[in-house]
């Protein structure tokens, strides 16, 4: 086994060695709140060291390529944000945001078909900030969240600090089943739910779009069962095929919608936004304030200059070629090497796609040989808050060139290859139940 990974039974850990493992002893354990203790580490966050040797092809993570993001642009726009706004921008802001970059997220919304004014919304640290403060104001510990299954590992992580119980609604390639949601609504009865959180566009880590019919079915039930939408489009912009579908914030105003620059721009300025109802933009904000006062006025006054002008508009269209590149390599691929009783999702646009293996497979024991092979991948369990999914795993397309993708997908198939051996033997023997892989199912077995 590669000795920088192990399962620490909540997740897993990559640990520096210096020839032999470390183990590193907390003498705080113990002291620490409920909350802190009920945050789940992340396989694709603790695999960020195993992925940075230069041997290993990165199919775990999901970071945009800011290698094509033009430095002379960036550096453009610092230059102007210092000469026209230097004072402002080293200063602090107002918290909900500086109302230059609002007015330009006002102009991104309208393009996607959302009508809002700059009040609409505040700026937040990226969308994963808006997911933690949307926790932070609406539970409280024992309340039910719905969201998708799986779901956005940062979601789970920031949801959990605050001790939730979060119902798992199964998908299949429309995106999230509403015969499934109607029935979760219907058991947990009226405002049973304090909200439903949905990723409509190239799910994270599904690859599935939710489509147009299911997202006004959404809103029905929403309104049927009095529990608020929450919308997290960070991948809205970056369809490579098939048309622009509404989001459900442009058909109802009530939907808390979070949008960010780290797709369209770069995430190290850790900028994005919520746009809500107000008496909601009213309690995030306080409790906003309480986690840092105001946003970075230095990035948003950066973020401001770069989203003027036509440029950002033709790097983004070179990455959005970039990343349509890149997946088509990705299925070829996966078509080329994978097994046969393996299936997975083709994503429309995004940055992922999902692949349900047979349920006697689990990925997380596979991943440590991948690593060895040098390859990463996100395990399927990963995504689920109850360790379903554990034979699923989540590619990422975005980040290594298409060479690097063919390679990685080939050597993950190989390392399937020897495991799905080995189960067929103990299947064969009647050592252990067989069954087909999932499809179109995105769940898996717990
Ligand atoms: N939501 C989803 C679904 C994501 O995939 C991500 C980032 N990968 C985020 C939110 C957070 O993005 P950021 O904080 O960089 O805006």
């Known amino acids: 086994m590669f000795p920088g990974i192990v399962h620490t039974g909540t997740g897993w850990k990559a640990v520096r060695t210096m020839g032999t493992a470390r183990v590193v002893f907390d003498k705080w354990d113990g002291r620490y709140s409920a909350a802190a203790s009920s945050v789940r580490s992340s396989a694709v966050r603790d695999l960020f060291a195993a992925a940075a040797r230069p041997d290993v092809i990165s199919l775990s993570g999901g970071m945009p390529d800011v290698r094509r993001v033009p430095h002379e642009a960036v550096q453009r726009a610092v230059r102007e944000a210092m000469r026209h706004d230097g004072a402002s921008a080293l200063q602090y802001g107002s918290g909900n945001g500086r109302e230059e970059l609002r007015a330009t997220i006002v102009g991104l919304m309208a393009e996607s078909g959302v009508r809002l004014s700059e009040d609409d919304l505040i700026v937040t640290a990226g969308a994963q900030q808006g997911l933690d403060l949307l926790a932070k104001v609406f539970l409280d510990p024992g309340d039910v969240v719905i969201c998708e299954g799986p779901t956005y590992v940062g979601a789970l992580q920031a949801f959990s600090a605050y001790q939730p119980r979060i119902e798992c609604v199964a998908m299949d390639e429309h995106g999230m089943r509403m015969d499934l949601l109607e029935e979760t609504l219907r058991h947990l009865g009226p405002r049973g739910a304090k909200f439903i959180y949905t990723i409509p566009n190239f799910q994270n880590p599904a690859g599935v779009t939710l489509s147009g019919e299911r997202r006004r079915r959404m809103l029905e039930l929403a309104h049927e069962y009095d529990v608020p939408v929450v919308e997290d489009d960070p991948y809205g912009r970056l369809r490579y095929e098939g048309g622009h579908i509404l989001p459900l914030k442009a058909l109802d105003p009530d939907v808390i919608y979070l949008g960010t620059f780290s797709k369209i721009f770069a995430p190290g300025l850790r900028l994005g936004w919520m746009a809500a109802p107000r008496p909601i933009l009213a309690k995030v904000l306080l409790a906003k304030q309480a986690a840092d006062l105001c946003g970075s006025s230095f990035a948003q006054a950066v973020a401001e200059r770069y989203m003027t002008g036509t440029t950002w508009r033709r790097v983004l269209a070179d990455l959005a070629r970039t990343y349509h590149e890149r997946r088509d390599v990705m299925l070829e691929a996966l078509a080329e090497h994978f097994p046969a009783d393996v299936s997975w999702t083709r ?34 369990s990963d995504f689920f808050p109850d360790g379903s999914g554990a034979n699923c795993l989540r590619i990422a397309f975005c980040y290594e060139e298409p060479a690097q993708i063919a390679e990685g997908v080939r050597r993950i198939a190989e390392v399937l290859e020897d495991t799905l051996q080995l189960y067929r033997a103990f299947v064969t023997a009647g050592a252990v139940g067989g069954t087909r892989a999932g499809a179109p199912v995105m769940g898996g077995r717990r």
Do not use: I
């Open 347 to 380: 994503p429309e646009g995004g940055f992922f796609v999902w692949v349900t293996l047979p349920d006697y497979v689990d990925t997380r024991s596979v991943l440590a040989e991948a690593v060895e092979h040098g390859v990463t991948f996100v395990p399927g």
